[in-house]
């Protein structure tokens, strides 16, 4: 979220970490995104975009 300000909401945040899996080696999830659409089970999925 902090490389990417412009993201507006959880599915395109979502995209983003898609995109990034590709050119990044690690991935850190320390706050819960601050989306009105982020679920319940928000580190799970993102996670898995990551994987």
Do not use: G, H, N
């Not at 902090?2 to 599915?11: K, L, M, R, T, W």
């Not at 395109?12 to 590709?22: D, F």
């Amino acid at each position: 979220m902090i490389q990417s300000p412009e993201v507006d909401s959880f599915a395109e945040l979502i995209e983003v970490i898609k995109v990034r899996r590709q050119s990044e080696m690690f991935f850190r999830i320390d706050v819960k995104p601050p989306f009105s659409d982020t679920p319940e089970d928000w580190e799970d999925r993102l996670e898995a975009a990551f994987t």
